[in-house]
C-alpha cells in the first residue's frame, strides 16, 4: 500500500506533530526526513510553549540566546530565574508541563525580618540570591501563594518546601509539623517530623520519650504523615500536598507550621518552596 | 445565492455560498467577485468533495449546538487512512480551518506513544534514513527515548 502520508506538504506534518506532544515530536523526528524537518517547525513548538511565554521571557534575569521556538522549549527545561530572581521557571520536557519554585524571599515567613530569629543569606547551593535560616523561633510559619492561571491546566501537582537541617539543628522534631494544600474548598493535610531519618535515634527516643511523644502528637492536625527526601540538586524536600489545577483561575495556598510545641527550634535552612507536575500522573499519559 | 463548485472529475456540485464560504479558498473567490462562473476545483475529487461539503453544511446547521456538533465530528472523522488524507488534503487546499484541524488531530492519535518503527508501520511511511544519519538523529534525541 501507498505511503499515503508522502504526499502531505510538509506543513500539514508540522500541523499533526502539534496535536502531540514534545516525546512524541521527538520519537516522530526519527520516522523520515520529511517528519524531522516537519519537527522542526515553529508551528510545533508553538504548541507545546507555555500560553504565556512571551510575558515569562520578558521577565528573564538572564536573557536567553533562541533562534526558533524548539530551542527555546529546549532552553526553558532547564530552571531559569525570573522576576529579579525571586522566583524560578521550568518546563518538564515530557509534555511541556510548567513548574515554578518560589525563593524564600517570595514566601511569608513569619518573624522572617527579626534578625534575632531568621537570617538571610547567600550560599553557592542555592539558585536564588538569599535563602533564609532559621536561628531561633518558638513560632515556625511558612506560607506560600501561586495562582492556577500561571501553571499547566488540568494538571496534578505536588507542593515540595525546599530545605535542609543544619548540623546544629534543635527544637525542630520535639512536635510535629503541619502541612497544608489548600485550593477553593479542597484542602490537602499532612504533617511531618522535621528531622534527617535515623532509625536508630528514632528508637531511642521511642523509649525514652513515647509517653511525650504521643501527649504533643495529639496537639497536631490529623493527616498523612510525610517524610523528607533528597534532591538531586543536594537539596532536601517534603511534600506540604497535592492539588489539580482546573479550568478556573484559583488561588493555591500553602503552608508549614509548626507552633503548638512552644519549644525554641532552629537550623532550618529554607531555599523555597517548589510547584511541579507529578510525574507518575505523567507517565500514565505516555501510554 | 448559489455556488457551483466542479470536482477533479468534472462533477458539479451545487452548493449554498453560505456553506461554501466555510472554505477560506472559496470565501476570499466570492470577494474577488470571481465566483460568477462554476469553481474549478482540480485538486479533489468527486468523493472527497462531496464529505467536505457536508462537513461544512452541518457546521452551519448545527453552529448553536456544540454537543450535536462534536457527536457529529467524531463519527465524520472515524474513515480509513486513504480517505482521511483526502480529506486532509482537501481540507487544506480549500483553507477549512476545523476540517483540518480535526483531521490533523486524528492523525496525531495514531502516533501518540509510538516508536518510530511503529509509526513507520501504522502509516506506510518509507525510512528514508541512511543508517549514519539515523544513528545522528537518534544521539540527538535520546531522552525522548528514556523511561
Known amino acids: 500500500m501507498e505511503g499515503f502520508i508522502d504526499m502531505l506538504p510538509e506543513e500539514c506534518v508540522s500541523t499533526i506533530l502539534s496535536f502531540t506532544c514534545p516525546t512524541d515530536t521527538f520519537r516522530s523526528s526519527m520516522v523520515s526526513s520529511i517528519f524531522h524537518s516537519a519537527a522542526e517547525s515553529d508551528v510545533v513548538w508553538e504548541r507545546f510553549l507555555p500560553d504565556d511565554y512571551k510575558d515569562v521571557v520578558s521577565r528573564l534575569v538572564t536573557p536567553l540566546a533562541f533562534t526558533t521556538k524548539k530551542e527555546l522549549f529546549l532552553c526553558l527545561c532547564n530552571p531559569v530565574l525570573i522576576d529579579g530572581g525571586r522566583k524560578s521557571f521550568k518546563l518538564e520536557k515530557l509534555f511541556g508541563k510548567i513548574s515554578y519554585m518560589l525563593s524564600a524571599r517570595e514566601l511569608s515567613i513569619t518573624w522572617g525580618n527579626d534578625p534575632m530569629q531568621w537570617s538571610w543569606k547567600s550560599i553557592p547551593q542555592s539558585r536564588f540570591p538569599e535563602v533564609a535560616e532559621l536561628r531561633t523561633t518558638c513560632w515556625l510559619e511558612i506560607r506560600g501563594k501561586i495562582n492556577t492561571q500561571i501553571l499547566s491546566p488540568m494538571t496534578r501537582y505536588g507542593v515540595y518546601l525546599i530545605m535542609k537541617i543544619s548540623n546544629r539543628a534543635y527544637g525542630l522534631d520535639s512536635i510535629p509539623s503541619e502541612m497544608l494544600v489548600e485550593v477553593g474548598n479542597k484542602v490537602c493535610n499532612g504533617m511531618t517530623h522535621l528531622r534527617h531519618e535515623d532509625g536508630k535515634k528514632q528508637q531511642m527516643e521511642c523509649l525514652f520519650y513515647r509517653n511525650r511523644t504521643e501527649v504533643l502528637r495529639k496537639r497536631v492536625i490529623e493527616g498523612t504523615e510525610r517524610f523528607l527526601s533528597e534532591r538531586e540538586d543536594g537539596w532536601m524536600e517534603i511534600e506540604l500536598g497535592e492539588f489539580f489545577s482546573s479550568e478556573a483561575y484559583e488561588e493555591v495556598k500553602m503552608s508549614l507550621m509548626e507552633v503548638k510545641g512552644y519549644q525554641l527550634k532552629g537550623g532550618l535552612i529554607i531555599e523555597g518552596i517548589e510547584v511541579r507536575p507529578i510525574y507518575r500522573f505523567m507517565k500514565e499519559c505516555l501510554r | ?147
Open chain 2, 1 to 147: 445565492m448559489a455556488l457551483e463548485l466542479k470536482s477533479s472529475d468534472n462533477k458539479i456540485f451545487e452548493v449554498e455560498e453560505l456553506v461554501a464560504v466555510q472554505s477560506e479558498t472559496i470565501k476570499s473567490l466570492v470577494e474577488d467577485g470571481c465566483a460568477d462562473n462554476v469553481i474549478p476545483l482540480p485538486n479533489v475529487d468527486s468523493k472527497t468533495l462531496e464529505l467536505v461539503l457536508d462537513w461544512c453544511k452541518n457546521h452551519v446547521d448545527m453552529k448553536l449546538d456544540e454537543e450535536k456538533l462534536k457527536e457529529y465530528e467524531d463519527k465524520f472523522i472515524e474513515v480509513d487512512q486513504a480517505v482521511l488524507y483526502d480529506l486532509l488534503l482537501a481540507a487544506n487546499y480549500l483553507n477549512i480551518k476545523d476540517l483540518l484541524n480535526r483531521a490533523c488531530q486524528k492523525v496525531a492519535d495514531m502516533l501518540k506513544g509510538k516508536t518510530p518503527e511503529q509509526i513507520r508501520e501504522t502509516l506506510n511511511i518509507v525510512n528514508d534514513f541512511s543508517p549514519e544519519e539515523e544513528e545522528e538523529i537518534r544521539k540527538e534525541n535520546l531522552w525522548a527515548f528514556e523511561e
